[in-house]
């Protein structure tokens, strides 16, 4: 059995992020269930969404509610939109560096977006701002980082989380005790065939609240991106980023024609692109940058054309093809505005989480400055209502089934999404997990 003040499940910045603001003389612990750097949010490419000045609220504000077909936590839009700028400069205080044009910080435009608010590190954003929470945190004497470990249940008594089970790295099966914990854990990309999730995202903390009663949220809200590279080979689907498009690329069709305006919202890009391929009977379409200066995305997007090339295809000379994948999950377990869970001491930040912010689909570049909003708001509330742990007895035989208890969960997470929204399941998890 270990102790701590905190628990975090997930090192993804939102988990990194509620790390660092929570305050040092408390004792922190920190799983993942593989390393580090195999978590989404170093995989996130466009950039992060900010409030440039006082005068583009209303704008940012319309453009959010929009995109998630006014579905969206209005107060939860307020809080991430105006909270925005001092997030940007926490980020700038742990190092990150943003691109730059003539001394200033230069914006991007991505779909969904009516201006450039976006702030970017070439096309490895998500990688540029974890890497450097990651360093952060690996500084701070009271936050230790164990990878390779699973959580397997939280721990309730009496309708309150006293800690969670985990697996670690050798297999062993033990306990951490803590007065808060905070779920982490990201999407559930590894549920679906195509996705550019890593795989072993597979809905773990759903599973697990589901099973403990705790409240979840539009848990069929799951976007599918409209660009990502086409391959058939198996795993992990490439990203081609918003930012492409919002640089001006445009999608073909099989006779290298335009078919839908490219900056549309991405479950309507989604949707166009789905019509074309069934009008075109295949199972991919184009993008091209081709009219674009070659050399500027070469500048501009440098992973993106390297993995292109690497896959035989230069996008300075030639379209590339593109089909939707599974991509962001809006929906998860409901939270408040402080990122609290419907149970007692028990807190989910990012993408596992749903305060309300996106609606029924995520505008580009919010999902990092929402986790990271959240995620820093998780931490001022643990830090305001302190409690002490108590240790609970636990029966870890149990838990040895691992294997049938992993199907389970993820069987019983699907099923969830199918009762929800029958017509999406059909359309995108019947033979994709």
């Not at 499940?9 to 408390?26: K, R, V």
């Not at 808060?180 to 854990?185: E, K, M, S, W």
Request: proline content about 3%; overall charge negative; glycine content about 8%.
């Amino acid at each position: 059995m270990k102790t701590a003040d905190v628990i975090i499940i997930g090192s993804g910045a939102a988990g990194l992020f509620n790390a660092l603001f929570l305050p040092q003389d408390y004792k922190v612990i920190v799983i993942t269930k593989k390393t580090v750097e195999e978590s989404d949010s170093f995989l996130a490419q466009g950039g992060i969404s900010a409030l440039k000045n006082p005068e583009d609220y209303d704008s940012y504000f319309e453009d959010t509610m929009k995109a998630g077909h006014y579905e969206n936590d209005k107060g939860a839009v307020e809080k991430m939109i105006k909270e925005s700028p001092q997030i940007i400069q926490d980020l700038k205080d742990f190092g990150v560096r943003f691109d730059l044009k003539d001394g200033e910080i230069e914006f991007t435009r991505e779909g969904g977006h009516s201006t450039f608010r976006i702030l970017h590190h070439e096309d490895l954003t998500g990688k540029e701002i974890t890497s450097h929470l990651y360093e952060e945190a690996k500084k701070r004497d009271n936050i230790t980082i164990m990878e390779n470990c699973m959580m397997i249940d939280i721990i309730e008594k009496d309708g309150e989380c006293k800690g969670i089970v985990y697996k670690d790295q050798d297999g062993n099966f033990d306990t951490i005790e803590a007065p808060d914990t905070v779920l982490a854990t990201g999407g559930l990309g590894g549920l679906f065939k195509h996705s550019t999730n890593f795989r072993h995202l597979t809905a773990d903390s759903l599973a697990i609240c589901l099973r403990h009663n705790v409240t979840l949220e539009n848990i069929n809200y799951i976007q599918i991106h409209p660009t990502t590279f086409y391959s058939k080979k198996p795993g992990r689907r490439f990203l081609i980023s918003e930012s492409v498009r919002g640089e001006g690329a445009y999608l073909l069709n099989k006779d290298g024609e335009r078919f839908t305006d490219e900056l549309q919202p991405r479950d309507v890009v989604t949707g166009e692109i789905c019509k074309q391929m069934k009008k075109d009977g295949s199972d991919h379409v184009y993008l091209t940058v081709t009219h674009l200066d070659g050399e500027r995305i070469k500048h501009r997007f440098p992973n993106i054309y390297k993995q292109c090339l690497d896959e035989g295809y230069d996008m300075t000379k030639e379209p590339i093809p593109v089909t939707p994948a599974q991509h962001y999950f809006m929906g998860g377990i409901k939270v408040n505005l402080d990122s609290k869970t419907s149970m007692d001491h028990l807190y989910a930040v990012g993408e596992t989480s749903c305060n309300g912010v996106h609606g029924r689909n995520r505008l580009a570049s919010n999902s990092l400055l929402e986790s990271l909003v959240f995620a820093k708001a998780a931490a001022k509330d643990i830090t305001e209502h302190p409690s002490k742990a108590e240790t609970v007895e636990v029966d870890l035989s149990q838990y040895k089934n691992e294997e049938q208890s992993e199907k389970e969960n993820e069987q019983l997470v699907l099923d969830e999404i199918k009762r929800k929204d029958r017509s999406f399941y059909d359309q995108w998890c019947n033979d994709e997990n």
